[in-house]
């Protein structure tokens, strides 16, 4: 975890330097562990409002709404037209993750996230889409087209 940690506060750090908005060092630190995170765990950024609807409804853990807040934080940096190809608008998606945040009890991340947004567009990682492992041609039609996506840091030579 730690080369995932030190990989992705690069990328924070960049993006701080790029955007020139200057995080908080809890920002700084949430946005760099949660970038380090889906480094090496896909994102799956479909049906995050029904995801926040239902965890509300079932009281879920904070836990839950964190990671909610999270995949909303890097859906809105770089999936942008996955996540409005359906009508849907960042700006709603943003509203979301900071709703996430605060019913996960961290009123301070949801506060930061258009900043920690900005950090993240500005910091300018690889991103791959793939086709998930167990999606094949006997899935139903609606299961076909689900992907993950895999950020990994931009090596410059």
Not at 2 to 18: I, K, P
Not at 74 to 90: D, E, N, P, V, W
Not at 112 to 139: C, H, N, T, Y
Request: charged share 25%.
């Amino acid at each position: 975890m730690d080369t995932y940690l030190s990989a992705a506060r690069d990328l924070v750090v960049q993006g701080m330097r790029e955007s020139q908005v200057a995080l908080t060092s809890e920002l700084e630190f949430h946005l760099a562990a949660t970038l380090a995170r889906y480094m090496h765990h896909p994102i799956v950024p479909d049906r995050l409002t029904i995801r926040l609807m239902d965890a509300v409804h079932r009281r879920a853990r904070q836990g839950e709404s964190r990671q909610i807040g999270d995949d909303c934080l890097i859906s809105c940096a770089f999936f942008a037209a996955r996540l409005t190809r359906q009508g849907g608008t960042i700006v709603h998606y943003a509203g979301l993750g900071q709703a996430a945040y605060e019913i996960a009890g961290m009123p301070d991340v949801a506060c930061g996230f258009p900043d920690m947004l900005d950090v993240l567009q500005a910091s300018s990682p690889a991103i791959e889409e793939r086709p998930r492992p167990q999606d094949d041609e006997a899935a139903p039609p609606e299961t076909q087209d689900r992907r993950f996506l895999l950020l990994q840091r931009r090596f410059r030579h």
